[in-house]
């Protein structure tokens, strides 16, 4: 499988996809990824899509050469000329409509170097528009535990999480999404009768392996954990010594949770309150018990919330702060803790500091030797929001890695948006849906041609490294932005760096979580944040004595059901979206993998057999399936597993385009949008 055109050379480098990080490589013999021995998967094992990670880096559609648009299409051009495209046309529109007319999409699949570079030509233009995809998946989570915890990430790390006795999973799906987790950490712990609860709407293949699935309605999370809080409470099954010492708040949320009536509760979340009883006290008994959680319970409009009500439950219960316990975000992308960590957000610096906060803003400054006022103070645009911009104060923007036409909710409007703009810049592997929109695409360098560093779902920061060069004359992604960020700020000393090792030293001295950290240090190994100046090792389990915003109790907080953004018409089906195995994000990476677009067979749409006899609709037939915001068109599964009155799609393909369907209503806090409840019609397509 290995280009004959490029000189291989096999190193430990880290997975492109999932937020797991295990450890792949090159390797000779097969001419294929393979995975090694690494700090996560210390067993080498590894999931379908890291077994095929090889495919994206020598497939034959790889960009080998800038494009810039002429006369409406996109052809070859040299560097030179588009670096001086994205100079030119940058600085006309910095010039007119000031640097708030520019908005930069990082990249959760970008080092924290590529990504610490990305904000820093942001913020060094005079602009906080940058954000990264976390922003769609895990937003909600973050505000709601740095808010209460003073950290948003993992409180465990993967290690300890065996050692729980009760595994509470509340819309997450690790058999299929964070598969080297649950078969290497979560499984054998099952194996020796740890309890598995699971809430999804869907019988998944992780509900599937539970002692008890609670299959919530989907946009009904607060009422089924508010129910699981009240019975804890009613019950006496909270930890009150604990609740003594390291809780705040716990009168008032007593008062709340005697007030929630469970029955009316269950009922509204569509379970049965006898399991949601027996859910509550499995979770409650539990010596040690742990959650973990996914993107079906923060892609709501009420995301935040959704995340504060889960934290009452481990508050309460006394599981924060010792091994086999916590709440632990499963991440998606392989650096979405890192692209955030250093800075790529529109309200934080790096090290999650607030852009509003003057100190921080003036040791940036120092580290940058710039003078503070330099730096924007105003927090900018999230993602979603910047779209809605986009054509109208937003005129420019440069997507790095990611594919937003995909994977952004209200996908016609999207298209529509990026058309708006006088000046769209992709920087990709491939021509994605994002770039048939671009004026500019830069061709970009896979998992297996770049260096740096990315940070693990449970924190870790793992080294990458080349195996090979990129293709033809496409550069390292580095380089490029090293190169744009001399030329639009003019300030090439800000950007001459040595290789990503110098952009790392740079990064932790800015980072405070990272500060202690050196990139030899890792090696093949890694060190876990925080790594405080002369720590010897990271914090594998947070919050311990104190929590990680150095208050020695958090707050239990009353938390009250918000309706879903979409009413429900008779007729109507609910649909949720979500992940397979063998596909990662937008699929534009893995949709070009023969061997996994044949293992996941095409996109299906998962319907109730009820609801297919009532719409006349069999196993094999294809479907119209229309929103307020459009329609798609795509064959059928009919399966017990999705629940009555539900649908599932997952959003990885671009035909259909399943995100044409959902809404772009965000969460007030956290400014995700509600991916997990669109209403949609469903009709057989006679046309078909
Ligand atoms: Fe590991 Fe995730 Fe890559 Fe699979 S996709 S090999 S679980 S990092």
């Not at 973050?142 to 999480?161: C, F, I, K, P």
């Not at 019988?203 to 002692?211: L, N, S, V």
């Not at 481990?314 to 916590?326: F, P, Y």
């Not at 080294?463 to 293709?471: F, S």
């Amino acid at each position: 499988m290995a280009d004959s055109d490029r000189d291989v050379d096999p190193a430990p480098s880290v997975c492109p996809f999932c937020g797991v990080g295990c450890g792949i490589r090159y390797d000779q013999s097969s001419g294929d990824a393979r995975g090694w021995k690494g700090p996560v998967n210390t067993r080498a094992e590894v999931c379908p899509k890291g077994a095929a990670a090889w495919d994206v880096v020598d497939h034959p559609d790889r960009l080998t050469t800038p494009l810039v648009r002429e006369g409406g299409e996109l052809v070859e051009t040299t560097w030179e000329e588009a670096f001086d495209r994205v100079e030119r046309e940058f600085t006309e529109i910095v010039s007119a409509d000031g640097p708030d007319a520019l908005s930069l999409f990082a990249s959760s699949n970008c080092t924290n170097e590529e990504n610490y570079v990305f904000q820093k030509i942001a913020r060094l233009l005079g602009t906080n528009n940058v954000d990264n995809c976390a922003r769609l998946c895990h937003s909600s989570t973050v505000a709601a535990m740095h808010e209460r915890l003073g950290a948003g990430a993992m409180t465990n790390s993967l290690d300890d999480l065996g050692e729980a006795d009760a595994f509470l999973v509340v819309g997450a799906n690790p058999v299929e999404n964070h598969p080297v987790i649950f078969r290497s950490y979560l499984l054998p712990a099952l194996r020796e009768g740890t309890t598995l609860i699971v809430v999804d709407p869907r019988e998944t293949p992780t509900a599937r392996a539970a002692d008890r699935h609670l299959a919530v309605r989907p946009g009904y999370d607060i009422p089924l954990l508010n129910a699981m809080a009240a019975t804890i409470v009613s019950e006496g099954r909270d930890d009150g010594e604990f609740c003594d010492e390291r809780v705040a708040g716990v009168d008032a949320f007593e008062a709340f949770a005697g007030g929630v009536d469970v029955e009316e509760s269950a009922a509204l979340a569509g379970v049965g309150s006898q399991d949601l009883r027996d859910a509550a006290r499995a979770y409650a008994e539990a010596d040690r018990a742990a959650i973990v959680t996914g993107m079906g319970l923060s892609q709501h409009r009420c995301g935040t919330a959704n995340v504060h009500a889960l934290l009452n439950l481990a508050l309460l219960t006394g599981n924060v702060g010792r091994r086999g316990s916590g709440v632990n975000p499963l991440r998606g992308q392989n650096n979405v803790q890192g692209a955030s960590d250093v800075g790529a957000l529109p309200d934080m610096l790096p090290g999650s500091r607030p852009v509003t906060d003057g100190p921080a803003r003036a040791e940036l400054a120092g580290e940058w030797g710039i003078d503070a006022a330099e730096l924007p103070e105003a927090p900018g645009l999230t993602e979603v929001e910047a779209t809605h911009a986009f054509g109208e104060s937003v005129r420019g923007a440069f997507v790095l890695g990611e594919n937003p036409a995909v994977t952004e909710p209200n996908a016609n409007r999207v298209a529509d948006a990026l058309d708006e703009l006088d000046c769209l810049v992709v920087q990709d592997l491939f021509v994605t849906e994002t770039a048939e929109h671009a004026d500019v695409v830069l061709p970009g360098s896979a998992w297996a041609e770049r260096g740096g560093t990315v940070t693990n779902t449970d924190r870790q920061v793992l080294r990458m490294r080349p195996n090979v060069a990129p293709p033809g004359d496409a550069r390292r992604d580095l380089d490029v932005l090293c190169e744009i960020g001399s030329r639009l700020t003019g300030s090439p000393d800000a950007f001459a760096y040595d290789d990503p090792a110098a952009v790392f030293e740079e990064l932790t001295r800015v980072t405070p979580p990272y500060a202690g950290m050196s990139y030899d240090g890792i090696g093949t190994g890694s060190q876990r944040w925080p790594f405080p100046e002369g720590a010897e090792g990271g914090t594998a389990v947070l919050h311990e004595s104190t929590y990680a915003n150095g208050e020695r109790r958090a707050q239990l907080r009353v938390v009250e059901h918000v309706d879903p953004v979409d009413a429900v018409g008779d007729d109507d089906l609910v649909l949720t979206t979500g992940r397979v195995v063998e596909h990662f994000n937008s699929g534009a990476l893995t949709r070009r993998s023969d061997r996994l677009t044949r293992m996941a067979g095409p996109q299906r749409l998962q319907i109730h057999p009820d609801d297919a006899e009532a719409r006349g609709i069999a196993e094999g037939d294809r479907v119209i399936v229309e929103s307020e915001r459009g329609s798609v068109r795509v064959g059928v599964e009919v399966t017990p597993a999705v629940g009555r009155g539900r649908v599932f799609a997952t959003f990885h393909t671009a035909e259909p385009l399943v995100n044409t369907l959902t809404g772009d209503a965000l969460d007030p806090v956290a400014k995700i949008p509600e991916y997990k409840h669109s209403a949609v019609r469903v009709r057989v397509d006679s046309d078909f």
